[in-house]
């Protein structure tokens, strides 16, 4: 079976009513967990992106807890798999301003694990890729809210 465009999809959600509309999206829901995610951010998240933004740090700061300190190779693979679920976040979101403040979230997380990233080259590497990452995305927004994640970044940078 072909996917059809999203131009397609389009046209053919506009022809239907509002109630087949509520049975396809509760029927997507059903099929993957990041479906019912969206919907569930759309829905309920999306009005208050602050509160949003609390949950998934509280959520990382979980994460970060559970994170086995014996060995580099299990911090690499944990934090991997916590910038995975942030950046899964981001995409729901769309906000940049979403988007840096949770990746600054990440990397000052990411700073304070013990033994020290600065050690191990890979995870150094996940560091500085967030930074850029973080540098792309302030460049894009007005200047008066650059100034305001300018301090944040400045406070990463020094390693």
Not at 47 to 72: C, G, P, T
Not at 113 to 130: G, S, T
Request: a neutral charge; one cysteine or more; glycine letters at 0%.
């Amino acid at each position: 079976m072909k996917a059809a465009s999203v131009r397609e999809i389009k046209y053919e959600l506009g022809t239907k009513s509002l109630k087949e509309l509520m049975e396809l999206c509760l029927m997507m829901s059903k099929f993957k967990k990041e479906n019912k995610e969206l919907l569930t951010y759309l829905l309920f998240e999306a009005e208050d992106e602050h509160a949003f933004v609390e949950s998934i740090k509280r959520e990382v700061d979980d994460l970060f807890e559970e994170i086995n300190i014996a060995s580099y190779y299990y911090i690499r693979k944990r934090a991997r798999k916590i910038l995975i679920h942030i950046k899964k976040h981001i995409r729901y979101s769309k906000k940049k301003e979403t988007e840096i403040e949770l990746l600054i979230y990440y990397c000052q997380k990411l700073r304070k694990i013990k033994p020290p990233i600065w050690n191990y080259v890979a995870l150094k590497n996940i560091y500085e890729r967030q930074i850029a990452a973080i540098q792309k995305s302030i460049s894009t927004l007005h200047e008066d809210l650059q100034i305001d994640y300018e301090s944040d970044l400045e406070e990463l940078l020094d390693y």
